[in-house]
Structure formats: C-alpha cells, structure tokens
C-alpha cells in the first residue's frame, strides 16, 4: 500500500496543506498546479522523459542510425462554454495537441481523441464539433487514427469533455526543452496576448468589450517549421496556454536554473484585451493564449528567427520582449514603464477556469 502524503514539504501552505483535496486552482496552471506535478504525481511515475516536463515527451525507438525520435503528449480539454469566437471545443482540442508537438520541434504526424459525452447532448452540437475536428485536422496536416467513447448521466458533465493524444517525429540533433534556456538568449513572442482568454469569459460572462475579441486559436506547426527552416539553434518553444506568458516564462526560469527579465512596454497586448483586464482585474500576462508561442534563442540568430516568423501569418507580429540572465535564477522580472522592476511570480491559483 503506497505511504501517505507528506505535506509538510509542499511550499503553498494554502489551500494543499490545510485542505487536502482537489479544487478548481490545481488545474490553472499555476502554484497549485505544479506542486501536484512535483509532489504526487512525479513521484508515482517519475523516468527520465517525464522529468523535463515540456508540452511533450521526446523518446528514441530503436538504435544507431535507424533510430527514430518521436514526440508524444496527451491533453484534456473541459473548456466552458463549448462554442466561443474564434473556434469551439473541438479545433481547440486539435490545435492544442499539435501545438504541444510543435513545441518539441515536432512534426505532427497522428492524434487520437476520446470523447466524454453528457446525456442530453444535442447531436447537432456534437456534429459541429466533429467537423471542426475533422477541419482543423486537415488544416495541420495530421490525421486523427482512433478514438474512444464514453457517455456519463447527465448532470455530470458540460457536454462534452474531449482528450487527445499525438505523435510527432523530431528531426535529428534537435534539442528543444524548457531546461534548454541559456544567459545570452533572448525571448520572442510571437503575437498579441490574451485573446483566448478573453474570449472565453466575453461570452461566459456575457460581456461586451467595445471591441470584438476572438480567440487565437490556431496550429503552431507551421510556424515551428518555418523558424527551423532558417536554424535548428533554438532552445526553447513553449505555447503559453494556462497560466499565459507569466506561468510560461517561470516555468522556463525555473526548468532552466536561469533568470528571465521582459520588458512591460515591449508586450504585444491588444488595446481590448487590455480594457479588458482593466475592467475585470486581471493581469493579462497571466491570461491563456491558443495560437502563440515564446520562443528562446541565442541572440547571434535572433534577428533571421524573428523575420522567419514574421513571414508566416501566425508570426506576423512576433516581437523581442526580454532576455536570459544568470542572475537571480528561477526568477522572472518585468521592467516596468517607468524603470522599475517587480517579480512576475507563478499564481497560487488560476485567473480564469476552465479556459482550455
């Protein structure tokens, strides 16, 4: 029988400690998150690929010259509500999955979907989900190959919760994690923050903006492979979906042993995203994102890499917004407008649940 949990060694006393069961902040990507990665589920099945912790796993099959390096990850997706602008539960779910291969450096190859159904689906929902799928699939050039069905009493559950599994193949010598980041690097963002966020809670909440906002969700390989068309040299990919860049970049710092210092001024924020945020309290930094990555690459290949992306239609708007040092280590700053500096620290919780 395995030992009870020891929570005396768990950093966030709040609620872990003083309430041992799960509620919505384990799933946001942030303290709470990761501290169930780090102090339940590591230990249960802690191997080598797993302790790098990226949005995938990248193993050897056979050997020597023949030896091929495919990269793997597995996602569940409980978005509420289901259809949102800009794309529903089923393109997010694809595009969630390749983006998390394309990460590794990946080519996304196949996915596999499992389908939680509620009793009482409309059919007709259930039909533009798949299409959706069925699209977004094509459009990334993959191809879904099994998949699995299961149906719960209705009252337990929103619908339709979704799980995907990928496979990609990762070309030779191509080394791309989160432990990666190097003093030196500089980072990259490829567009505008915020927008799948505030797109869910747009029409969760029935909000209206002043200006429409759509979620950015999109596939990233394209993108990926365009970036290391110009140069493998790249250190870090990352797709900063839960949590948003904030999570993304601590994550990264503290994977890495590095500091990571961005400049507020340089965020590519949309002006509503950001009046967003001003109405509702949120930092948008911290706000999820579905068609962006933060690239980490050394500065002698910086320039070529940022005018890849902004060639392709997902980069268009990729920009530098900060810097590797190896000060202060496992620590992320923002430099603000007016020339200070504040610590960008991991939530405890989440700002917004059930976003992907």
Known sequence: MAEPLNFAGWTCPVPLRNHPNIVMGHGGGGKMSAELVEHLF??????AALEILGDASVVAIGRGERALRLALTTDSFVVRPLFFPGGNIGDLAVNGTVNDLAMSGARPLFLTAGFILEEGM??????????SMAAAARAAGVTLVAGDTKVVDKGHGDGVYINTSGVGLVPDGLQIGPHCARPGDVVIVSGELGLHGIAIMSVREGLEFGAPI????APLNGL?????????DVHVLRDPTRGGLASTLNEIARSSQVGIVYNENKLPVPPAVAAACDMLGLDPVYVANEGKLVAIVPRAVAE????AMRSHPLGAQ???????????PGVVVARTPIGGTRVVDLQV???LPRIC
């Open 224 to 232: 990926v492979a365009g970036m290391l068309a110009v140069t493998q």
């Open 318 to 328: 990729a920009t530098i917004i900060g810097q590797v040092t190896d000060q202060h």
């Open 214 to 217: 759509e979620s950015d969700c």
């Open 122 to 131: 409309p059919l007709d929902q259930l039909g533009v989900i798949a299409e």
């Open 42 to 47: 590591m230990p249960a099945f802690r191997n």
């Open 349 to 351: 919780g989440e700002q």
């Open 304 to 307: 070529s890499i940022l005018a």
